[in-house]
């Protein structure tokens, strides 16, 4: 099993990014998937997660409105649009799949390798 995750970078603050994880090696349609990220000292914390037919999202309070989470199950993808970027979104973000959804990063199978996001002021 792989998550490959993609799209991280500098963008400046109110900024846009899209990021994308592919998933290979897995019955991806049969995963919940997420979002998680981990700034530099901090635990690593749940951003978004989408169900396996895509229709229902979940959000940590302080992303909703701004994130979106999205997924192609046609394309073994899922991403995540990141909009009105803030510099406290600045982390590592990390996809995730799980047969289930939680909020907590030990209910998850399987990680990506994550991907920068550095929003500067």
């Known amino acids: 099993v792989q998550l490959q995750a993609s799209g991280g970078g500098l963008v400046q603050a109110g900024g846009s990014l899209r990021l994308s994880c592919a998933g290979s090696?897995?019955?991806?349609?049969?995963?919940?998937m997420a979002w998680f990220r981990q700034a530099p000292g901090e635990e690593r914390e749940f951003v978004a997660a989408?169900?396996?037919?895509?229709?229902?999202?979940y959000y940590a309070d302080s992303v909703k409105g701004r994130l979106t989470i999205s997924r192609d199950n046609a394309k073994n993808l899922v991403y995540l649009q990141m909009n009105s970027l803030k510099p406290e979104d600045t982390a590592v973000y990390y996809c995730?799949?799980?047969?289930?959804?939680?909020?907590?990063?030990?209910?998850?199978?399987?990680w990506g390798q994550g991907t920068l996001v550095t929003v500067s002021s």
């Open positions: 995730a799949a799980s047969g289930f959804f939680s909020k907590w990063y030990g209910g998850y199978d399987y």
């Open positions: 090696g897995l019955s991806f349609i049969t995963y919940y």
């Open positions: 989408i169900n396996r037919s895509g229709g229902t999202a």
